[in-house]
């Protein structure tokens, strides 16, 4: 099937191809932009990057191309302070500048964001999934570092990440496609589709923008499989989706664009590649002993994660002359399923139960759904003068309902636990503890939640001198939570309970700006960001060890989570040359720690009194000679616990200690790109390039406790397959730094290109975090990167 559609993707982007008459294509790049100037609406106002009084960072189309990005992660790697968390396809977790709780979980729908995620000005994150859009057609992306709760509030106390999508154009009709054709070293292999068209209806007064993409991923994890078999390429997928928007101005001040955006994301398996299985391990004696090979896993079950999203928003500005009004409601729907193999998680419980080999080996499937419905309303007034005093104020309203679900699936499961004793629970046991749920799932649960918050915010600057901006701000926030929590079967405590929690809050800002020459400026800020607590589920008590109940099962709720950052800034803009650089530090409290529930199959979230994330950042674009452009940006930063937190025998819990590293922050990471244009005499306008990019990642942990001596040593203590259970599956779990090399070269002009590329030029093969089943005892694996590929793009502008 794979082989099938990647010819039709042949036959698609050769006949884009034979659209031209004389000339070639639009490339992997644009031309060189370095002297264009960069607008960003960082702070709700159009302006210069080079004049926002904070660090900033935007990614242009242009950019985005030559580094070979198509995805927030690889985006990632080329900002300075930002790092995505791989947890599989549409869960990624990003933290900027150090700020990081660590590894979040699927079964963790309460826990909030700390980097927000907007699409233009629409909120569109969720702690777990941040949306994986695609990035076609987008004017930039914006990186807003430190926090940045006075404007955009709660969930963005490490900063705030914006997609700016083109607007439609009144008055021009323009349009554009993309196809492209690529094949992964030992994989599958993939493709896209994608289109633009602009079209002024009434020219001047009403304009429609659409885009429509599809993607197809080749796949690259192998699935060993029950009685000796190889399922290839298993977490292959697809991704498609429109966004089509309207721009209507009935008159010179009053502005309205509604959008309408739908995408559906389907992957039929996790980038996982397992070390450990209780059914595959080079343990076992009466079944065959596996060591497993990289980009390798053990299924009994197919995998699946599937997201499917619709957003609709509208944005009204009127301009009253001095003042601009400006108005964002959206709606967000979300259904995302994360379909796992619990085969080994299940029979892990059985082995303790004392279950015959025959439940033990029973295929289990845990399915985890997510409902989304969300709200969200913005009004916005804002000055628009030339004075010295420039304000802007606003009111936020949202209404949240999130409905997380799990079932797990065991045809056949509940006459292995009904059956007389000593190889069952006796007879009834499954109907007593359904609590209504369905037969033969050992567990169930549905939480509901509804998430409300409004805020007020606002801000000011005034031009002290000719030189000297002084800003200041604040944002006031109420919030209230609601969940339920029912749960049943014979791995769940049979629940049925309701919690709620509320909070409120101020969060202010003070900036300063100085310019020392019309090419240097200065900026100092302090801000305070926030990210709203919760509740934590119960834990799964029939899976947990006593010692285990004793330490976790005190952790019902945990506070709001708050940072105040300090930082310097220096901003330096001439012709061919552009450096931006800060020093920060920031001062978190009640950090919100995730950690494992030891055997529980659980986790909790801890507050940690005291951390800090401290660091360096440099960007800077270079065009030394005309055609050579050059770029790098790189940081280095310091995230650690200033706490620590024991349990009752003043045992420290999960390497919360004071001096530890905080989770899933690299102490270093850089990114450099060169590109060069030369003009060719192939047709008008006609220039050929050559690009690459470097980007480096130090090393991370995935969980705070990864970096205690011995957390890496791993016993399942299931006796199952000849396999004692004592023996020692040794890791070591700090991630270890990588280094992805990017290599991209073709032909263009303003109307067509062609692009040769080679991404992960040596097939480096990265541990990006670490996935542990049921504490270790069950499955023990790293999700891991896209391994070398080759492609070729083909572009058309009319």
């Not at 993309?178 to 599958?188: C, H, R």
């Not at 509940?414 to 007879?427: E, K, M, Q, R, S």
Request: charged fraction near 20%; aromatic fraction near 10%.
């Amino acid at each position: 099937m794979a082989r099938r559609r990647t010819w039709a993707y042949a036959v698609s982007a050769i006949a884009i191809a034979m659209l031209t008459t004389s000339d070639f294509a639009l490339a992997q790049d644009a031309a060189p932009v370095q002297e264009e100037e960069i607008v960003v609406t960082a702070t709700h106002r159009a302006q210069s990057i080079q004049d926002v009084p904070f660090s900033v960072n935007a990614q242009t189309q242009e950019a985005i191309e030559r580094s070979g990005a198509t995805n927030l992660e690889d985006l990632s790697r080329n900002v300075a302070g930002m790092s995505v968390q791989n947890l599989g396809p549409g869960q990624s977790q990003v933290s900027l500048r150090g700020v990081s709780a660590g590894q979040i979980v699927r079964d963790q729908p309460g826990v909030k964001e700390q980097v927000g995620v907007y699409l233009d000005d629409s909120v569109i994150s969720l702690s777990l999934f941040t949306p994986d859009l695609d990035l076609y057609d987008l004017n930039r992306v914006e990186t807003l570092r430190g926090p940045q709760g006075t404007l955009f509030g709660s969930g963005n106390v490490g900063g705030t990440i914006r997609y700016i999508t083109n607007q439609p154009d009144l008055d021009m009709f323009e349009g554009s496609l993309e196809g492209q054709l690529n094949m992964i070293d030992d994989g599958g292999e993939g493709g896209h589709l994608k289109g633009m068209i602009n079209v002024p209806l009434v020219p001047g007064v009403l304009a429609m923008r659409a885009v429509g993409y599809h993607t197809e991923y080749g796949g690259f994890i192998d699935a060993l499989r029950e009685g000796g078999g190889i399922s290839e390429d298993v977490n292959d997928g697809e991704r498609s989706g429109v966004r089509i928007a309207f721009a209507m101005q009935p008159t010179p001040n009053l502005s309205i664009t509604p959008r309408f955006i739908y995408q559906n994301v389907q992957v039929n398996g996790f980038n996982r590649q397992e070390v450990f299985n209780l059914f595959a391990n080079p343990y076992t004696t009466t079944r065959p002993p596996v060591t497993f090979q990289e980009r390798q896993q053990f299924l009994m079950l197919d995998e699946e994660f599937s997201d499917e999203m619709f957003l609709a928003d509208l944005n009204v500005t009127y301009d009253f002359g001095n003042v601009e009004l400006t108005s964002v409601t959206s709606y967000i729907n979300r259904s995302i399923l994360a379909s796992r193999d619990a085969s080994a998680l299940t029979g892990s419980v059985s082995i303790d139960l004392g279950f015959p080999d025959a439940a033990v080996l029973l295929p289990s499937n845990l399915r985890d759904t997510t409902d989304l419905e969300q709200f969200t309303q913005e009004v916005r007034l804002a000055s628009d003068t030339d004075s010295r005093f420039q304000w802007l104020v606003g009111a936020f309203y949202s209404d949240v309902d999130r409905v997380y679900r799990q079932r797990l699936p065991t045809p056949g499961y509940d006459a292995f636990v009904d059956a007389p004793a000593p190889d069952g629970l006796g007879a009834g046991t499954s109907a007593a503890v359904a609590n209504g749920f369905p037969s033969d799932s050992p567990y169930n649960s549905d939480l509901p939640y509804n998430i409300r918050q409004w805020a007020l915010f606002g801000e000011a600057s005034y031009d002290v001198t000719d030189r000297l901006t002084v800003t200041a701000g604040a944002r006031y926030y109420q919030f209230d939570e609601k969940r339920d929590f029912i749960s049943g079967g014979l791995f769940s405590n049979g629940d049925n309970r309701h919690d709620e929690t509320s909070s409120n809050g101020i969060t202010p800002r003070v900036i300063a700006s100085y310019d020392v020459t019309p090419e240097i400026a200065l900026n100092v800020q302090a801000s305070q960001g926030f990210r709203l607590g919760g509740v934590n589920d119960p834990l799964n008590l029939p899976l947990c060890s006593a010692a285990d109940e004793a330490i976790f099962g005190g952790y019902q709720s945990y506070q709001d989570e708050t940072s105040w950052n300090y930082e310097a800034g220096v901003k330096v803009t001439r012709p061919r040359y552009t450096f931006n650089g800060a020093v920060y530090y920031n001062d978190i409290s009640d950090l919100q720690v995730t950690l494992d529930a030891g055997s529980c199959s659980s986790r909790v979230v801890f507050n940690v009194p005291d951390a800090h994330a401290a660091g360096v950042e440099i960007e800077f674009g270079w065009e030394p000679i005309s055609g050579l452009q050059l770029t790098f940006a790189g940081g280095w930063t310091e995230a650690e616990f200033d706490s620590t937190v024991v349990d009752g025998a003043n045992n420290v819990l999960g390497g919360i200690q004071k001096g530890n590293r905080l989770a899933s922050v690299p102490e270093w990471q850089a990114a450099a790109t060169a590109a060069y244009y030369w003009p060719i005499s192939w047709g008008e306008g006609m220039e050929a390039f050559v690009a690459g990019s470097v980007q480096h990642v130090g090393s991370r942990y995935t969980q705070p406790g990864d970096q205690v001596p011995g957390a890496g040593n791993f016993v399942s203590n299931l006796a199952f397959g000849g396999a004692s259970g004592t023996d020692v599956t040794a890791l070591d779990l700090e991630l270890e730094q990588y280094t992805l090399i990017n290599l991209n070269a073709g032909i263009q002009n303003d109307e067509w290109g062609v692009t040769l590329f080679v991404n992960n030029v040596t097939d480096e093969n990265a541990n990006l975090s670490f996935d542990r089943e049921r504490g270790g005892r069950a499955r023990l694996g790293f999700a891991t990167n896209q391994p070398r590929t080759f492609g070729v793009t083909v572009r058309r502008n009319f």
